[in-house]
């Protein structure tokens, strides 16, 4: 079936570290877009990126769709990184819907 | 802050009652959708608006339901509550759903305590 699957599940980081969360993804995707879920509950868009590669600050993303997989970088990483990373994808076959469906989620602690 | 509200932010009730959760997207933006997340289920799906009509449908109960008004607000209702209703529930809004290409902005969410 339709899948997103997030790895790892959890991950512990010194602050200044760098970090690579990855998604992978069962079937061709419409969108794909990574979010930073803050300990407070909020929903916070990183990257739109149903392909290519971008960065935005020492947060960068790929994603390479015809191998239906994306990474998320966090370079030189702080204690305010901490909180859930999700993937959230449309798949192709959605009939452009725009619904979204959720990794379990990257749980990251960056320790000071 | 993503331009999307929701209101309230937190709610409390007890089981068997019927609450309200109140949307209003970014402006200009067409489409709403409706998620939930809870423990042990992640984020789902609920139904997305466009336009004031129903789009799709996810993983939404027949005693939730919703609608989108003329400005474009949405409302999610949720009857005869449960305690497994007991969650976060995130409004979402994008400008088109045309071509199911545009980033999802969220909402702060409202977190819903069934007693």
């Known amino acids: 079936g339709i899948q997103v699957e997030q790895s790892p599940p959890d991950l512990i980081l010194q602050e200044g570290a760098n970090s690579t969360l990855r998604c992978n993804f069962s079937d061709s995707v419409n969108n794909l877009q990574w979010f930073h879920q803050n300990p407070w509950g909020q929903l916070i868009n990183l990257f739109y990126?149903?392909?290519g590669t971008k960065q935005n600050g020492r947060l960068s993303a790929t994603t390479v769709a015809t191998e239906r997989y994306s990474l998320l970088y966090i370079s030189s990483s702080q204690t305010t990184d901490s909180g859930v990373y999700f993937c959230a994808v449309e798949f192709l076959g959605s009939s452009n819907t725009g619904k979204l469906i959720f990794g379990q989620g990257t749980t990251l602690q960056v320790k000071p | 802050d993503s331009g999307v509200t929701q209101t309230p932010k937190h709610l409390i009730t007890a089981t068997g009652q019927r609450v309200t959760l109140r949307c209003s997207p970014r402006s200009g933006d067409l489409s709403v959708y409706w998620y939930q997340q809870s423990l042990d289920q992640g984020l789902q799906f609920l139904i997305q608006?466009?336009?004031?009509?129903?789009?799709a449908k996810g993983n939404i109960l027949e005693r939730f339901s919703a609608q989108q008004f003329p400005d474009l607000h949405s409302e999610l209702n949720l009857s005869s509550l449960e305690l497994g209703d007991s969650a976060l529930y995130f409004c979402?809004?994008?400008?088109?759903?045309?071509?199911?290409?545009?980033?999802?902005?969220f909402g702060p969410g409202t977190r819903l305590t069934v007693l």
């Open positions: 990126i149903p392909s």
């Open positions: 608006y466009y336009n004031g009509e129903e789009r």
């Open positions: 979402a809004s994008s400008v088109s759903v045309q071509q199911g290409r545009d980033t999802q902005y």
